[in-house]
């Protein structure tokens, strides 16, 4: 009876060691993060569920986040093992779980996100078809793209179909919606755009080529003639030449004369050429008279009015340039960078932009690089490092010329720094290990866009292949250095 009560006791406190043993090693946290990049308008959804009490009951375990690593900001003690947050500013953030079982024990665990400051998007839309009469159903089609991570779903949009300056719907998150025009004409359809961010964009038809395209509509309703004229420029000089256009008059048939003076006596013949240039020898104002025949013999007229200057005023020059993307500072690139040039931006008072030729001197040296062209973007790769005065030459169709110049700096590309911390330096095999690379750095690139691949044993075989999240977690299996 004595060797049984023994026994007994002896079991007991074996009981007893073993779930005091099986306390002290306490849980394990884990954290993995969605996305891992974004904007101050992305929502964050930082994850710990997969991490366990060493005893097997997950359940009971709590949770508390510092969405900031360093600032010991912590949320309170919660037994819900996902959360979200949205950055007020921009930065590399790190995240830390703080994981705690019945008993008290606590495990950690880190993460990290890449906030943008500004939220990047593109919006344009197709209508279908683009011509038709009153009766025609046209189909608007948006296509919206944007920086990762940003929830497409929460873009609005409204329209307006005529754009006469009131919107004719309200703010709709479908990108795609119909609509009818009860009357003939040209009309050149506004999109209003609502970002997650707040911030609003209009999108409208585009200039090409002179003409005003992606998004003009034609709508016909009768079987007269309607004349329409413009011109490009709306003003000018002796030395300018005007170009005519009766593109938006209808219907399809027509035939089409012009009267450059205003003084009765046309000076072209019928033709069905829309488009016509002429310059004037005196300055003054005229009136320019476009008369339109459809195949029965039916005539319309359009008017419109133009001013000659005795001189003309020189275009104004503007630059923009962009590197990659990646780089840290856009007025810097290397060797291996693509520039972009671009001189959309430049204008005149009496020329449509479309008609502005352009050439570029990329080392500033007074020999220009390309030959005069109304292409307003233009890429160049410098070879050498070194400073760079890029020049650009804008010139109107009165041939008035001004340049404007920005200085580029482009140095030699250099290898990162590579940077690696670790949560221990000494554990027992089946301890996962934490690494760290997010203090690598470049002199070039920001760090954000540096990626990293780990070997784990040092064996010069690579564990990983190359990637922007700088953070790793490693078991190993067996004991070693």
Do not use: C
């Amino acid at each position: 009876m004595k060797n049984l009560a023994r026994s007994i006791l002896f079991l007991f406190l074996i009981s007893i060691f073993a779930l005091a043993f099986a306390s002290d090693l306490g849980p394990e946290a884990s954290i993995t993060s969605s996305p891992s990049k974004g904007s101050l308008s992305t929502v964050f959804t930082f994850d710990a569920s997969q991490s366990v009490d060493s005893r097997g009951f997950g359940s009971t375990l709590e949770y508390r986040w510092n969405f900031n690593a360093g600032e010991e900001s912590w949320t309170d003690w919660d037994d819900d093992a996902t959360v979200t947050h949205q950055y007020t500013d921009d930065g590399t953030k790190q995240i830390e779980v703080e994981v705690r079982d019945a008993d008290g024990y606590t495990d950690k665990a880190w993460s990290q996100v890449d906030v943008d400051n500004e939220l990047s998007y593109e919006t344009e839309f197709t209508v279908s078809p683009e011509e038709g009469d009153t009766e025609t159903v046209f189909e608007f089609d948006i296509d919206t793209t944007a920086s990762y991570g940003t929830d497409l779903d929460a873009f609005e949009y409204r329209w307006d179909f005529d754009d006469d300056g009131d919107f004719d719907t309200d703010y709709i998150s479908s990108e795609t919606i119909d609509h009818s025009y009860g009357d003939n004409g040209i009309y050149m359809p506004v999109l209003e755009v609502t970002a997650p961010d707040g911030t609003t964009t209009e999108i409208r038809g585009y200039e090409y080529d002179g003409a005003l395209s992606g998004g003009r509509i034609t709508v016909h309703s009768s079987d007269y003639p309607e004349a329409s004229a413009k011109v490009w420029p709306s003003s000018g000089d002796e030395n300018t030449r005007f170009y005519f256009s009766a593109e938006d008059s209808f219907n399809g048939d027509d035939e089409y004369r012009w009267d450059f003076e205003g003084d009765g006596i046309f000076d072209t013949d019928w033709s069905s050429e829309e488009t016509a240039d002429h310059k004037y020898s005196t300055p003054g104002t005229y009136e320019v008279i476009l008369q339109v025949r459809n195949s029965d013999g039916l005539t319309d007229e359009a008017r419109l009015s133009i001013t000659i200057a005795e001189e003309g005023a020189a275009p104004d020059a503007q630059i923009r340039i962009t590197s990659d993307t990646h780089l840290a500072d856009k007025d810097v690139g290397t060797t291996a960078t693509e520039f972009k040039f671009n001189a959309s931006y430049s204008s005149d008072e009496e020329d449509y932009s479309s008609y502005l030729e352009v050439r570029w001197d990329y080392e500033g040296d007074g020999d220009f690089d390309t030959t005069w062209s109304t292409e307003k973007t233009a890429y160049h790769q410098f070879l050498a490092a070194g400073e760079y005065e890029v020049t650009l030459e804008v010139r109107d169709t009165a041939g008035n010329v001004s340049e404007a110049s920005y200085d580029i700096r482009v140095v030699t590309n250099t290898a990162p720094y590579a940077s690696i911390t670790a949560d221990n330096d000494e554990a027992t095999s089946g301890v996962a290990f934490s690494f760290d690379a997010g203090a690598s750095s470049d002199d070039q690139y920001k760090s954000t866009y540096l990626e990293v691949r780990w070997d784990w044993e040092g064996d010069g075989s690579w564990d990983t292949s190359f990637s922007n999240d700088k953070t790793e977690e490693h078991y190993y299996d067996s004991s070693g250095t």
